[in-house]
C-alpha cells in the first residue's frame, strides 16, 4: 500500500490576531477557512498549490509563555519545495520585503533557504560548513520551518 499524500499541516500560535496577517502576508493571501472550533481553538486555513492545507491553530487553553526551540519534542520544521533556483531566489526576494531574516540559499544544488521570524530568538548551531541558524520560518514564537518556499505568491 502506498503512502498518501500529504493533506494539511496545523501548528499552533500564541496569538493568532499577531500571527494571521504575517501568514497572509507570507502566503499572499487570506485564508479559505477561519473559525473557532467547538473542540476548543480558532484556526486560520491556507489551501495551499497543490491543494495541501496549511492552517495556524490558537487553543482556548493558553500555551506555555516559552520560546520555540527545534531541541523540544515536537515540531522541528516545515518545509515549503520550490520548483527550481530562480523560483527560490524570487522567494528570498519576497522573505527580504517581509523583513524575515534567512542565511540565503544552502548549498549549489540544494533548494532551500532556512529562515525565522525576528521574533523568534534562535540559538546557533555549529555544523561541519560553519555556523547555521536554527530556528527556521515563521512561527509566531512556538514553531518554525525551514525552506519556507511555498510556489505561489
Same mark, same amino acid.
Given at each position: 500500500m502506498a503512502f498518501p499524500a500529504l493533506n494539511h499541516i496545523a501548528v499552533t500560535v500564541r496569538d493568532i490576531d499577531i500571527s494571521g496577517p504575517w501568514y497572509r502576508n507570507l502566503l499572499g493571501g487570506d485564508p479559505i477557512v477561519d473559525e473557532h472550533t467547538? *473542540? $476548543?481553538?480558532?484556526?486560520?486555513?491556507w489551501l495551499l498549490p497543490g491543494r495541501t492545507l496549511f492552517g495556524i491553530h490558537q487553543h482556548d487553553r493558553q500555551a506555555p509563555d516559552e520560546k520555540f526551540s527545534e531541541y523540544r519534542v515536537g515540531l522541528d520544521h516545515? $518545509?515549503? $519545495?520550490? *520548483?527550481?533556483r530562480a523560483e527560490l531566489e524570487d522567494w528570498v526576494t519576497r522573505l527580504n520585503e517581509l523583513g524575515v531574516e534567512h542565511g540565503g540559499i544552502i548549498g549549489a544544488s540544494r533548494r532551500q533557504i532556512h529562515a525565522r521570524r525576528r521574533a523568534v530568538s534562535?540559538?546557533? =548551531?555549529?555544523? =561541519?560548513e560553519g555556523p547555521r541558524r536554527?530556528?527556521?520560518v515563521v512561527q509566531r514564537r512556538r514553531s518554525? =520551518? =525551514?525552506a519556507a518556499c511555498p510556489s505561489s505568491a
Open positions: 467547538d *473542540a $476548543g481553538f480558532r484556526h486560520l486555513v516545515v $518545509g515549503f $519545495g520550490c *520548483a527550481n534562535a540559538p546557533s =548551531r555549529k555544523t =561541519r536554527t530556528a527556521p518554525a =520551518r =525551514r
